[in-house]
């Protein structure tokens, strides 16, 4: 088993995001060095540290206040990029998506049977990244994000592609299918305490609705040429989402993304620390995110 230990060359966190962010790129990659994945001619780097990283962003942030081994953060943020990269190669081949961070799509080059095998070896090497931490809470915790995206995704696909979408139909697939590997990110710092870690879990799953929102906003309304990926699938494809609800009036998106970003900060209140690193991550990293998908500054409480 080809074991990588990112903190041989740094025995602590290593200051700001940006040093944390390399050394969680190097532990996806080097750990796909054992695998098919690496003997083809693509570049591996690109697809799973040339995105926007922002669950493990939010693993990053909270740093400073999580009081958990370095290595433990890392291979966690490592893990959720690992199964989020996963879920991009299976979403490009159900949703037809040509086009994936500027590039063609992994499954256009190699096929669908391809990209369905390339996101499953991605998703078993998430949970070996993770079992090195000798977290097993940590492993029970992702298995039971894995598991909610992926019901989640096949409900709306298998049981309700072509169904009349409503308001609240939409916001809870927004969340069960996006926020479980926000909300995991988040919980990795609740240093053991219980309800820290429910709140951070929480938080997560708040943010991860919004930032869906954001993106349900752009693949109705967005440019696939500045986006770096296919649009307008979901509409192709009869896919309910919060875009389609009100007959294709985003309003309600948009002002939900606000919203739940500044409910997601106040599940923090009882922690002042905790709460000014996640406003750092809200304001820093996923509302600029969100803000270019659907071009309104999300609103968020004062650190």
């Known amino acids: 088993m080809h074991s990588v230990n990112p903190m041989h060359d740094a025995q ?7 040093a944390g962010l390399a050394l969680v790129r190097r532990l996806m990659v080097d750990s796909l060095g054992d695998t098919v994945l690496a003997r083809l001619q693509f570049d591996v780097s690109r697809f799973l540290g040339g995105g926007k990283l922002l669950r493990a962003r939010a693993a990053l942030r909270l740093a400073s206040v999580a009081r958990v081994p370095a290595d433990t953060l890392l291979r966690s943020a490592a893990a959720v990029e690992l199964v989020h ?28 049977h391809g990209a369905i095998l390339a996101g499953d070896i ?8 993770l079992s090195l931490t000798r977290e097993p809470d940590l492993i029970a915790d ?10 989640t995704e096949s409900e709306q696909e298998l049981l309700l592609r072509g169904q009349p979408s409503d308001w609240s139909t939409a916001l809870r697939l927004a969340r069960q299918k996006t926020g479980p590997l926000f909300a995991f990110a988040a919980l990795t710092a609740g240093n053991g305490d219980p309800a820290l870690r429910a709140a951070l879990r929480e938080a997560g799953y708040l943010a991860g609705t919004a930032y869906q929102l954001s993106d349900d906003v752009l693949d109705a309304v967005g440019d696939s040429a500045a986006a770096g990926k296919t649009l307008g699938t979901d509409i192709a494809r009869s896919k309910g989402t919060a875009a389609t609800a009100r007959n294709g009036d985003t ?15 106040a599940q923090l209140d009882a922690w002042p620390e905790v709460r000014a690193a996640w406003a750092v991550y809200l304001n820093l990293d996923l509302g600029p995110a969100m803000a270019k998908n ?7 409480a004062a650190p």
Not at 87 to 106: K, N, Q, Y
Not at 122 to 129: C, E, F, P, S, Y
Not at 251 to 265: H, N, R, Y
Not at 294 to 300: Q, S
């Open 142 to 151: 992702l298995a039971q994000a894995v598991a909610e995206v992926c019901s």
């Open 251 to 265: 309003a309600d998106a948009v002002a939900g993304v606000g919203d739940l970003c500044a409910t997601s900060l």
């Open 12 to 18: 602590k966190m290593p200051p700001g995001v940006d």
């Open 294 to 300: 659907v071009h309104v500054a999300p609103t968020t």
């Open 85 to 112: 990269g996963a879920s991009l190669l299976h979403d490009d081949v159900i949703d037809g998506g040509l086009t994936r961070r500027g590039a063609p799509a992994f499954w256009t080059q190699y096929g669908a």
């Open 122 to 129: 991605l998703l078993g090497k998430a949970l070996n990244v």
